[in-house]
């Protein structure tokens, strides 16, 4: 949790420094976030992790990290429909991304390592607001559906819980917001992503400041 946290006061830095100039709702219109420090510290000692973002106009073209890790994106449209992620120049892993419109439907990914198992992600969106992701692997061309689904809960354009669900539910993560905007706010195409990140929530109009998360066992009890 203290990641989580120490991540987005940073940022909370970023988008700061970046209005501090802002005369007008053209101006805010266009910001975006150049680089990015994480903190944290563990067991007394303290780091820090730097990602630099570069953009072809609004459009986030690679998310670079200081490990020598990063993201490439490719849109079609205003749409982000392949992102791929590389270790020091290495092609790891490659994630396509579907849509029905403007609307995320399914995200398969493919490992390098073996090309011939995939895992997929499908977008269900329920008359109340809430989006079910739902998981299966395809193997040699062959889909195994599972009865793994993630519940995904979205008010004000935050996503404010998600439930891992198993059959019952397995674990369930709450967050809380400020009132500020994201710094992602202006990329083309991040919303529409819709799946948290591993690093960022690129969905939500507003920065988390808290992350409650907690487990249960198979009787509902909390662990």
């Avoid at 830095?13 to 802002?22: A, E, F």
């Avoid at 944290?40 to 570069?54: F, K």
């Avoid at 490439?72 to 992620?85: A, F, P, Q, R, S």
């Avoid at 995904?152 to 354009?157: I, K, P, S, W």
Wanted: glycine share 6%; proline share 1%.
């Amino acid at each position: 949790m203290k990641k989580i946290l120490c991540l987005f006061g940073a940022l909370a830095l970023v988008l700061t420094s970046c209005s501090s100039d802002d005369s007008s709702e053209s101006t805010d219109a266009v910001l975006l976030p150049k680089k990015i420090t994480e903190t944290e510290v563990i067991e007394g000692q303290s780091g820090s992790y730097t990602y630099t973002l570069t953009y072809d106009g609004n459009k986030l073209k690679e998310l670079a990290g200081s490990d020598a890790s990063r993201s490439v994106y490719t849109y079609t449209g205003d749409l982000i429909t392949k992102v791929e992620k590389y270790a020091s120049s290495v092609l790891q892993s490659t994630d396509v991304y579907a849509y029905e419109g403007t609307k995320l439907v399914s995200k398969i990914s493919t490992w390098e390592a073996n090309k011939s198992t995939q895992e997929k992600l499908t977008f269900v969106y329920n008359a109340n607001g809430t989006v079910n992701v739902n998981q299966s692997q395809i193997i040699n061309k062959q889909e195994i559906k599972y009865d793994t689904t993630t519940l995904y809960t979205l008010v004000n354009g935050n996503m404010v819980s998600s439930e891992l669900i198993d059959g019952v539910l397995m674990e369930k993560t709450t967050s809380t917001y400020d009132n500020k905007k994201s710094p992602f706010i202006n990329i083309i195409g991040l919303k529409a992503l819709l799946d948290l990140d591993s690093d960022f929530d690129f969905y939500s109009a507003n920065n988390t400041v808290k992350n409650v998360t907690t487990t249960y066992d198979s009787d509902g009890k909390v662990t």
